[in-house]
């Protein structure tokens, strides 16, 4: 099966602009989680959905930030605009039940300069 | 709030053994998972302890003390493939919904 895909791989930006990533999960899987690992920290949770849902976004730091799931499949998360500190390791993973796994896309690395 | 703590780094040698502690603070623990992360890679799930005691996987081994809010990743003849940055993970339902929470993460070195 095919594993979770992010897009772009990396993404550098100047402060002020707009950035959505993508995240394709793999098929089949209802739950759908986004992380940020700033250099050094955690990996820190946004938020999931469970197929189209927001089931929890109280990880989201302000509304600059805006993620979208169409249709249960992929997801988008732009960040409008962005900011220095928003710079980091935006990864996604998904998972086919509340209490599987997390399968980790590669990440997008995010540079706001 | 939830916090996790681990080490932030550890180095041993080819063929020993080493374990990773990770401390736990949560109002609605589930279970504590361990993932593995090479420089650039994705993380990738190993071991998940939801009950204490210890669960093996190969080289690998998780152990978990609900009491004490605490569990370790042990590694047993360590290879060098095995230097990565390990996270524990606490399956939180403290907000309503289930989520994982990551700790900062152990960076491993292993030496020859």
């Known amino acids: 099966e095919a594993g979770v895909t992010q897009f772009p791989s990396h993404s550098v930006i100047e402060k002020g602009q707009t950035v959505t990533l993508r995240c394709d999960p793999i098929s089949g899987h209802d739950n759908l989680y986004w992380y940020r690992r700033v250099m050094g920290k955690e990996i820190k949770f946004l938020l999931h959905?469970?197929?189209?849902?927001?089931?929890?976004e109280s990880g989201m730091p302000n509304n600059r930030f805006l993620a979208e799931r169409t249709g249960g499949t992929y997801s988008t998360l732009k960040v409008q605009p962005a900011e220095l500190e928003d710079s980091g390791v935006y990864f996604c993973?998904?998972?086919?039940?509340?209490?599987?796994?997390?399968?980790f896309g590669n990440g997008t690395r995010l540079t706001v300069t | 709030g939830q916090s996790l703590e681990q080490p932030s780094e550890v180095t041993a040698v080819e063929g020993a053994i080493v374990q990773i502690n990770c401390t736990y603070q949560?109002?609605?623990?589930?279970?504590l998972s361990w993932y593995q992360q090479h420089d650039g890679g994705a993380p990738t799930f190993l071991s998940y302890?939801?009950?204490?005691g210890l669960e093996e996987t190969g080289r690998f081994s998780s152990f978990l003390s609900r009491s004490d809010s605490y569990g370790y990743l042990l590694l047993q003849e360590l290879q060098m493939k095995d230097s990565a940055s390990y996270f524990c993970?606490?399956?939180?339902?403290?907000?309503?919904?289930?989520?994982?929470?990551f700790g900062a993460g152990t960076r491993l070195f292993v030496k020859a």
């Open positions: 302890n939801a009950l204490d």
């Open positions: 959905f469970v197929k189209e849902s927001k089931q929890d």
């Open positions: 993970a606490v399956r939180d339902r403290s907000t309503g919904g289930f989520k994982t929470i």
């Open positions: 949560t109002s609605g623990f589930y279970g």
């Open positions: 993973a998904s998972g086919d039940s509340y209490n599987s796994p997390l399968h």
